[in-house]
């Protein structure tokens, strides 16, 4: 079974940085590329940043620049550090695998960007 298990979240200044992290287990992970979105209260999902088997990433636009994403294979485990956030990052985050033919998604961690 593929699990998910996001944490690093919580209150932050704007400007202010976190580092969120997502463990991972039930798949060889080092095979997938994994990606982290995010979803603010009544807004549509939006997918944040991607690294691939390899290492390579990919951002949205809203976050380039400001967040790195980046995985330990040994340890079944991905990174997302977040710098200089402003309070339109403020969403629940979580990552996420296809594999076997199925999108999988774990159980999030709220980040929340205030004065």
């Known amino acids: 079974e593929v699990q998910l298990q996001a944490s690093g979240g919580g209150l932050v200044q704007p400007g202010g940085s976190l580092r969120l992290s997502c463990v991972a287990s039930?798949?060889?992970?080092?095979?997938?590329?994994v990606s982290w979105v995010r979803q603010a209260p009544g807004r549509e999902r939006e997918l944040v940043a991607t690294v691939s088997k390899t290492g390579s990433t990919n951002y949205v636009d809203a976050v380039e620049g400001r967040f790195t994403i980046s995985r330990e294979n040994d340890k079944n485990t991905v990174y997302l550090s977040m710098n200089n956030l402003t309070p339109e990052d403020t969403a629940v985050y979580s990552c996420?695998?296809?594999?076997?033919?199925?999108?999988?998604w774990g159980q999030g961690t709220l980040v929340t960007v205030s004065s």
């Open positions: 996420n695998v296809y594999v076997g033919f199925e999108s999988h």
């Open positions: 039930g798949f060889t992970f080092s095979n997938y590329p």
